[in-house]
């Protein structure tokens, strides 16, 4: 597609549900990001794919986050068991350069999750 | 470890000059790019710099020094939309190319 697409933009769920929020990157972008951003707070890296594989999944915050990408394109980032803690802007990039910011990530318009 | 710095909050008025600065602390130094954020938007991507000196792209100009591991962010002819976060970040090849990014900076223009 043109640009990064995000679904949901805006999720409210009770706390304890499960939540999944896609992201559909640039076509050809072979490097896709998930990030989580706090109200006024700066970017917090979640998780990197190259392709299908994800080489750096330092930035999961725990065992409850996982994401997967399929088909070198479309990535789902799940949360278990939500938490109060959890609410924050989601957002995902993707990049044609491996990453190496030359051209940029381009972002998403982001997934506002709360939860309640 | 790798590390970012940068002003969080920055003041100016509409029609002059600022300068965002960034200082980094990083191994592997690959490249330095910026970003702006409006309230309740994405980042979008301004500039990235790999080599020392001064790019220009518009109103917007980024600078790098390697040597002093050191760049900033030049914004001429201060427009009210111009009004948002900026963040810097570094690509780095001891973290496999990806960004590490800083805190943000909060530009404030004041009419």
């Known amino acids: 597609g043109a640009g990064v697409s995000q679904s949901p933009s805006n999720k409210v769920t009770e706390k304890g549900k499960d939540v999944e929020l896609r992201c559909d990157p640039i076509s050809g972008h072979t490097a896709l990001y998930w990030y989580r951003q706090s109200l006024g707070q700066g970017l917090e890296f979640l998780i990197y794919f190259q392709g299908n594989s994800a080489p750096d999944k330092s930035g999961l915050p725990s065992d409850r986050f996982s994401a997967e990408r399929t088909g070198g394109s479309v990535s789902t980032l799940t949360i278990q068991r939500t938490q109060q803690e959890d609410s924050a802007v989601y957002l995902c990039?993707?990049?044609?350069?491996?990453?190496?910011?030359?051209?940029?990530?381009?972002f998403g318009s982001g997934t506002r999750l709360t939860v309640v | 470890g790798q590390s970012l710095e940068q002003p969080s909050e920055v003041t100016a008025v509409e029609g002059a000059i600022v300068q965002i600065n960034c200082t980094y602390q990083?191994?592997?130094?690959?490249?330095l790019s910026w970003y702006q954020q409006h309230d309740g938007g994405a980042p979008t991507f301004l500039s990235y710099?790999?080599l020392d000196g001064l790019e220009e792209t518009g109103r917007f100009s980024s600078f790098l020094s390697r040597s002093d591991s050191y760049g900033y962010l030049l914004l001429q002819e201060l427009q009210m939309k111009d009004s948002a976060s900026y963040f810097c970040?570094?690509?780095?090849?001891?973290?496999?190319?990806?960004?590490?990014w800083g805190a943000g900076t909060k530009l404030i223009i004041k009419p």
């Open positions: 990039a993707s990049s044609g350069d491996g990453g190496a910011g030359h051209y940029g990530y381009t």
């Open positions: 710099n790999a």
């Open positions: 990083t191994s592997g130094f690959y490249g």
């Open positions: 970040a570094v690509t780095s090849m001891d973290s496999n190319y990806q960004l590490i």
